[in-house]
């Protein structure tokens, strides 16, 4: 069998995102980097945190926190870790510290990890994946919180130079299937990242989950992702118990969920077959059709055409995730929607500045009904402005504005 470093490159995933998804695969570097980003104790008391014991931009005789200083049972400053220590973030502010962090720290970008794990004679190739922020916008936007975990692994044939068998992480399970079954470019297998949730799934469209639904397109393809390999010494910060987040369930309707554990502490990190064990094996369910929507410009902003007349009952909430091919390294931004006309027809006026310098392409869809469920997305693309599309003066102040706010935090 060849060497192993060599089967995780020979092997490592293609991500294929959902048209209407806003955070992505990097580095967890992200998360100890972060400005306002502080490792803490368990809060004391409702509304009053924890002692900090080191912070990323510290304050006065403060630690400087990094992914080095985290460790399984003490850190390196010699203080040992306690159940419920968390890094969090301090503001809510999640999509400007991303942007910003992107922007900033573009080394940080499309980063995977890859490592092997053994458990009874068998080898596995693990691939995990951070994303910044679990942004579910399906159902009642249930299920945010700081920081995800999601991975997938392979086990490798017993005499043959290749897997035999693939499980992708979804929630709280996960999905099986033989190599032979799982979508592939050449060797490598495909991954279709569900809408927020990061779940992983072998096909594109609507899957069924334990608790809501999941929606993974597919049709937003993810840029080659750089793999790190894991070394025992270099990613000891794998092995953290504590939470990558400080989210928690703010009421029994589970609106939130708590922030994850790291990727040591999720047992097919040791226990591959175990995990496979308890997999599963799904379906595909059907989403409702696109929406009769058209994306334009209006007086400087964006606006969404719209006839849901055919839909019964009409939509509850419209999802627009905006992108600009000219804006290197700024992710799309998602928005979400709920007042329209009653009728079911008009124009949606979004208040989202459009440069007329740039060029958008805008995927568009809804939720509605009872559960409310997704629908596929519909594209639209919108050119530069012409000369008969000259912005009024008041937009060009705005466009002003943020382009010298962004330029003052760094972001341009």
């Known amino acids: 069998m060849a060497d192993h470093d060599d089967l995780l490159k020979r092997f490592t995933p293609l991500l294929r995102y959902d048209s209407n998804e806003q955070y992505f695969v990097d580095s967890a570097v992200q998360w100890t980097d972060c400005p306002n980003n502080e490792l803490r104790r368990a809060d004391v008391a409702e509304g009053k945190k924890g002692e900090i014991l080191a912070r990323a931009e510290p304050v006065g005789e403060q630690t400087k926190l990094t992914l080095a200083f985290l460790g399984r049972e003490k850190y390196a400053s010699g203080a040992p870790f306690r159940e419920g220590d968390i890094v969090g973030h301090s503001g809510k502010d999640y999509r400007e510290a ?15 990890y890859g490592r092997t794990a053994q458990q009874n004679g068998r080898l596995w190739l693990q691939y995990w994946f951070w994303y910044f922020y679990n942004d579910y916008q399906l159902a009642f936007s249930a299920g945010l919180h700081e ?3 999601e991975m997938i692994q392979l086990r ?32 490598r297998p495909i991954v279709y990242v569900a809408r927020g949730s990061h779940a992983s799934y072998f096909e594109p469209g609507f899957h069924q989950t334990e608790a809501w639904y999941d929606l993974a397109d597919g049709k937003r393809p993810g840029p080659e992702l750089r793999l790190e390999l894991i070394g025992p010494e270099t990613h000891a910060w794998m092995l953290w118990k504590g939470r990558w987040g400080d ?11 708590n922030s994850p554990t790291g990727p040591g502490n999720k047992k097919q990190w040791s226990k591959p077959n175990d995990w496979l064990n308890e997999a599963t094996e799904t379906t595909l369910g059907e989403a409702q059709e696109r929406p009769e929507v058209k994306a334009v410009r209006n007086r400087g902003t964006l606006a969404i055409d719209y006839d849901f007349r055919e839909r019964e009952p009409l939509p509850s909430a419209v999802v627009v995730t905006v992108n600009s091919r000219d804006e290197k390294g700024v992710p799309p931004q998602t928005h ?9 027809k008009g124009r949606l006026a979004t208040g989202v500045v459009l440069d007329p310098g740039k060029h958008y392409d805008i995927y568009t869809s809804t939720v509605g009904g009872d559960p409310p469920m997704p629908s596929e997305s519909r594209l639209s693309e ?3 402005a012409t ?11 705005m466009i002003f504005l943020s382009r010298l706010i962004a330029r003052i935090r760094g972001n341009r």
Do not use: C
Request: charged share 35%; glycine share 8%.
């Open 382 to 384: 919108i050119d530069r």
């Open 247 to 257: 989210t928690k369930p703010k009421n029994s309707l589970g609106l939130h969920s």
């Open 98 to 112: 991303y942007v910003r962090l992107r922007r900033e720290r573009p080394e940080l970008n499309n980063v995977m």
């Open 387 to 397: 000369a008969k599309q000259k912005e009024p003066a008041v937009t060009r102040v």
């Open 336 to 344: 979400t929607f709920e007042q329209f006309d009653a009728s079911g």
């Open 147 to 149: 920081g995800d975990w």
């Open 156 to 187: 490798m044939h017993p005499s043959e130079d290749r897997p035999d068998l693939a499980v992708f992480a979804q929630h709280r399970y996960g999905e099986k299937r033989s190599w032979s079954g799982v979508r592939r470019d050449g060797e």
